[in-house]
């Protein structure tokens, strides 16, 4: 299994980007995602999950809002849609699966909740 997240870049505060998580090995649409962040010198948060059938969708206070999760099943991919983006919401964002199809709000933001992990991409939010 091989998760492959990108579109991570350099973006003004205000502005969006949209993270994509291509996975292999696995249909991501049987199984729970998760979406996270770790920023130098802090822990890995979680900021989106979401269940294998998107029905469930849960987020950190801090992106609640701002952030959206969704899917494509075709393309076996999962997106992570980020607006108006601040400068804190600098770090490098990683994307997980786990091997169930549905965490719920308690299990969702923890890292050992997820069996499969992306390499990770930057984004950096600076004017």
């Known amino acids: 299994v091989q998760l492959q997240a990108s579109g991570g870049g350099l973006v003004q505060p205000g502005g969006s980007l949209r993270l994509s998580c291509e996975a292999a090995?696995?249909?991501?649409?049987?199984?729970?995602i998760g979406w996270f962040r770790q920023a130098p010198g802090k822990t890995r948060e979680g900021v989106s999950g979401a269940s294998g059938s998107v029905e469930d969708t849960y987020y950190s206070d801090s992106v609640k809002g701002r952030f959206t999760v969704s899917r494509d099943n075709v393309k076996n991919t999962v997106y992570l849609q980020m607006n108006s983006l601040k400068p804190e919401d600098t770090a490098v964002y990683y994307c997980a699966t786990s091997r169930t199809s549905h965490l719920g709000p308690v299990l969702w933001p923890l890292t050992v909740s997820y069996d499969y992990w992306g390499q990770g991409t930057q984004v950096t939010v600076s004017s």
């Open positions: 090995g696995l249909e991501l649409k049987y199984y729970a």
